[in-house]
């Protein structure tokens, strides 16, 4: 075999993942692609290394695996792991590929290293939103396990149980949740919510989404406010103006002090999440209410989130966990690693890697090729960047 993936353990702190899980070494190896595995990669996430050498993989050490790999498989790249990441750069060799999330619209200084170092680097956030793709769409996969974890973070943090329960004690009333952004994170937290026995209610931006709402049992609220351009062709919920989010939060002030638990879930890829609850919504909030942000890496939905703390204001908790995929690593790992293993089975053909950008797929994905950044969208972010540090200067 000529065609060799090597997955490295994760460095970026606390991440408890890793891109490729056992299962997946024996389809690879179906298709003709050796799996070499750093010892000890799999260990944080519950796959020993003995579970891979069952399933066909070799465990090498670092270096050995940068060196005979002809593509790098991770969950956090050079971009989605700036500092400790920045070691593998000297390891990278031109004509290598790598393959994982990268942050690529925001982290600017790290695409162009890596196209420096002449690789051609693949980022998982970039997969497009279309059928061929469904089972590459690792963003989707991560949003799934952040929308279930988020409803167990709230559970465990309520003061309160989610179910109603008729005791001979009286009657216990059901919380009531409400869920921010109907996306796939907030679909899983809905319908996970429900199976608790909460009565859940949810708001999008975007209408086309009430029958997907209603579908897992959920309440589909409708504001009184102009939504007609807010999904953009991928599917995504798209940045709005002040106007609309100020009119937005006139009206959601209301919907949320009755709330005994509030989930967000609103994110735009590239930028900064959108701010939906002000600090006067949580103020009017019951004490002991409970807010979990999973925006939180991008700022926040909530005006008072700290970015990897948990806070009381007034009476109200708010949590802004980051990172929640890697709280419930085995299966994250495990989906990753599907999506994963399906995405590099289409960039190897006849044992060798075959970058086609005539496939949307791959061209879409691409961002550093022959030692440079090649996808559009990437190369005006690094533009957009570069501006903005010589204008600080």
């Keep these: 075999m000529s065609a060799i993936l090597g997955t490295p353990r994760e460095t970026f702190p606390g991440e408890r993942r890793v891109a490729i899980a056992p299962r997946h070494c024996e389809v690879l190896r179906k298709a003709g692609i050796e799996v070499l595995i750093e010892h000890d990669a799999g260990t944080a996430s519950g796959y020993l290394d003995e579970a891979y050498i069952a399933r066909g993989g070799q465990i090498v050490d670092r270096p050995t695996l940068f060196a ?5 498989a991770q969950v956090r790249a050079l971009g989605a792991n700036p500092e400790a990441g920045r070691t593998d750069l000297a390891l990278l060799r031109p004509g290598q590929a790598v393959v994982g999330f990268g942050e690529p619209l925001t982290a600017g200084k790290e695409a162009t290293d890596l196209a420096a170092a002449g690789v051609s680097f693949f980022a998982m956030e970039l997969m497009p939103r279309i059928t061929r793709a469904q089972s ?7 949003a799934t396990i952040s929308g279930y974890q988020a409803v167990l973070l709230a559970a465990m943090e309520l003061p ?4 109603m329960l008729m005791t001979a004690a009286g009657t216990v009333a059901p919380a009531k949740v409400f869920v921010l952004g109907a996306g796939v994170a907030g679909l899983q937290a809905i319908a996970t919510a429900r199976r608790l026995g909460a009565v859940v209610s949810a708001y999008d931006v ?8 209603e579908s897992v049992g959920g309440k589909f609220i409708i504001l009184d406010v102009d939504s007609k ?4 062709k991928g599917g995504y919920a798209k940045a709005m103006d002040e106007a609309f989010y100020r009119r937005q939060r006139e009206l959601l002030t209301e919907i949320i002090r009755e709330q005994d638990v509030v989930i967000t879930t609103a994110a735009v890829p590239g930028r900064k999440a959108p701010i939906l609850v002000t600090r006067d ?6 004490p002991g209410s409970v807010i979990v942000d999973i925006a939180a890496e991008r700022g926040g939905n909530c005006e008072v989130t700290r970015p990897g703390e948990s806070i009381v204001e ?3 908790s708010v949590l802004g966990p980051l990172n929640v995929p890697s709280m419930v690593p085995f299966h994250a790992s495990q989906m990753y690693s599907s999506n994963v293993s399906s995405f590099v089975k289409l960039l190897f053909k006849d044992g060798a890697l075959n970058i086609n950008q005539e496939d949307e797929i791959i061209r879409e994905t691409l961002v550093t090729h022959g030692h440079n950044v090649v996808h559009p969208r990437v190369v005006e972010a690094v533009q957009s960047q570069l501006g ?5 200067r």
């Design 68 to 72: 005979q790999a002809t593509l790098i």
């Design 136 to 142: 590459m769409d690792a963003l989707s996969s991560m």
């Design 160 to 163: 309160k149980m989610f179910p």
């Design 206 to 213: 975007r209408p086309v989404v009430k029958e997907q709402v």
């Design 229 to 232: 351009t807010s999904e953009d």
């Design 281 to 286: 919504m949580v103020l009017a909030m019951q």
């Design 314 to 316: 007034r009476g109200v």
């Design 388 to 392: 903005a540090s010589a204008a600080g």
